[in-house]
């Protein structure tokens, strides 16, 4: 499976890269993410509770981020497992460009493979729970960028107005789904 979006950010780049590397701010803006703990250098084991169609399972996974180029892109790669729920495993490529003082245009391209019940469940239907969560996701993530950093939020209120080009949280929340 293979998805590519992007997201627009009302905050400037430094700030964007700064909030996707705080894994707290992460943290309470997955959907059901339980815990992102660093297990080493840009190393993470990450836990949360999500459902995909009629299966709801606790994932655990491995996150491990490289290539990383601040305050512009890096590569993510991902494995877990939902005991009988199923298991995946995948790359992302994530990229940050500015488009403006306080905004900022977030591109990213993952590619995934999924096994287990979750595979059974069709391309289809996890399409759609990802991009929900990926809403979800994008909502919470903006609230966290507004309280975190008030004044940046303040200044680029206008340009998050603008329609978003795609779901960053779409790959977040299918990824901490299938590898959480």
Request: aromatic share 8%; glycine share 10%.
């Amino acid at each position: 499976m293979q998805l590519t979006s992007q997201q627009a950010l009302p905050v400037s780049q430094a700030i964007a890269w700064e909030a996707l590397n705080d894994t707290a701010i992460l943290q309470a803006a997955i959907p059901g993410c339980e815990s992102i703990t660093a297990t080493g250098e840009n190393a993470y084991e990450v836990a949360l509770t999500a459902a995909i169609g009629p299966v709801k399972a606790k994932f655990k996974g491995k996150l491990l981020l490289s290539d990383l180029q601040p305050p512009t892109s890096y590569v993510l790669a991902f494995e877990g497992q939902g005991g009988p729920a199923g298991h995946g495993k995948g790359q992302a490529t994530v990229r940050l460009e500015s488009t403006g003082p306080h905004t900022t245009l977030l591109h990213y391209t993952a590619n995934a493979s999924v096994g287990g019940k979750i595979a059974q469940i069709g391309s289809r239907l996890i399409d759609m729970a990802a991009q929900k969560m990926a809403g979800e996701f994008f909502t919470a993530f903006e609230q966290q960028l507004a309280a975190r950093y008030p004044a940046a939020a303040e200044i680029a209120a206008p340009a998050a107005e603008l329609p978003a080009q795609g779901s960053w949280a779409r790959l977040v929340a299918w990824f901490k789904r299938l590898f959480g």
